[in-house]
């Protein structure tokens, strides 16, 4: 069983930047596909990035395109979500989750899109983001 646990999360002024870390344990990370979501006061949960198990295809939700890029390293079981120019909107609390490569419907692993929540089995506890205008 995959345990996810994010990190890097905090207050920031309006403009500035945060690395998001996502760590796994209890499995092999290079098997899951990572997505990035976050979930603000009121507002659904919203998918914003996803990269593949080895890092080949990334997905952005093109709100966040030209701000925020998501890598991984899978020598240290960790994916990134780099996010500059951050705007009170973004503000939210913000999850990673995975989907294993080896499930019956493996398009939900491929990151062909962005990420939509019921396609993923795993998730972290979230870590909260806020930016002050």
């Known amino acids: 069983q995959l345990h996810l646990v994010e990190s890097g999360g905090g207050l920031v002024q309006s403009g500035g930047s945060l690395r998001l870390s996502c760590s796994g344990s209890?499995?092999?990370?290079?098997?899951?596909?990572i997505g990035w979501f976050r979930q603000a006061p009121g507002k659904e949960r919203e998918g914003i990035s996803c990269i593949s198990a080895h890092g080949g295809t990334t997905n952005l939700l093109p709100a966040a395109e030209g701000r925020f890029t998501v890598s991984r390293d899978n020598n240290k079981n960790t994916v990134y979500l780099q996010m500059n120019r951050l705007r009170p909107e973004d503000s939210a609390v913000y999850y990673c989750a995975a989907v294993s490569i080896f499930v019956p419907d493996t398009i939900r692993a491929t990151c062909t899109n962005p990420p939509t929540a019921s396609d993923f089995d795993h998730w972290g506890q979230g870590t909260q983001v806020t930016v002050s205008s």
């Open positions: 209890g499995s092999a990370f290079d098997d899951y596909a």
